[in-house]
């Protein structure tokens, strides 16, 4: 069965379909990851059921999530990404919009690279923190201490 189909288990014909919020809020969006995650569908002899409950798939609270989910911009490919994930407690950012994870870099935000793509050598590239964030400050030094070679085994060999 498709996702927009009407279902035909006995319980969905009596309660019928879970309604979309008219206004969507945050919780909603985590409720609906969490529904569309739990109540994916399961391979069975007879065919796909869900996970969670057994029923037919998709189960009301999986066709509910995902009709959330379109509601607040995500698209089928992202839905179904985040049901091969598996994490129920994933973020999905609200407001939603596509470009809206990070902000834009300009190319003087990247270090210097070589024609090949690695970065250059010897020289220091420049951090760039984001406004409102403190620098991280590491100590000075040659870098991380390396322990010395062990002569013997630490360990006695079994034999």
């Not at 009596?14 to 979309?20: F, K, Q, S, Y």
């Not at 990851?33 to 996970?51: D, F, K, M, Q, S």
């Not at 090949?116 to 590239?125: E, F, I, N, T, Y």
């Not at 923190?129 to 201490?145: E, L, N, T």
């Amino acid at each position: 069965m498709r996702v927009g189909e009407q279902s035909t288990d006995p319980i969905d014909q009596v309660l019928g379909e879970v309604p979309v919020p008219a206004q969507l809020s945050p919780e909603d969006v985590r409720l609906a990851v969490r529904a569309v995650v739990v109540h994916a569908a399961e391979e069975w002899p007879a065919g796909p059921l869900c996970r969670n409950d057994g029923a037919t798939y998709p189960c009301r609270l999986h066709r509910w999530g995902r009709r959330v989910l379109a509601a607040h911009g995500l698209n089928e490919r992202q839905i179904d990404a985040l049901v091969r994930h598996g994490n129920p407690f994933v973020h999905v950012p609200f407001p939603f919009t596509v470009n809206s994870s990070a902000p834009a870099r300009t190319p003087a935000a990247y270090p210097p690279r070589t024609p090949a793509g690695h970065p250059v050598r010897g020289q220091a590239a420049a951090r760039v923190v984001a406004p409102g964030a403190r620098p991280a400050v590491r100590p000075a030094g040659p870098g991380r201490p390396v322990a010395p070679p062990a002569t013997a085994p630490r360990w006695p060999r079994a034999s």
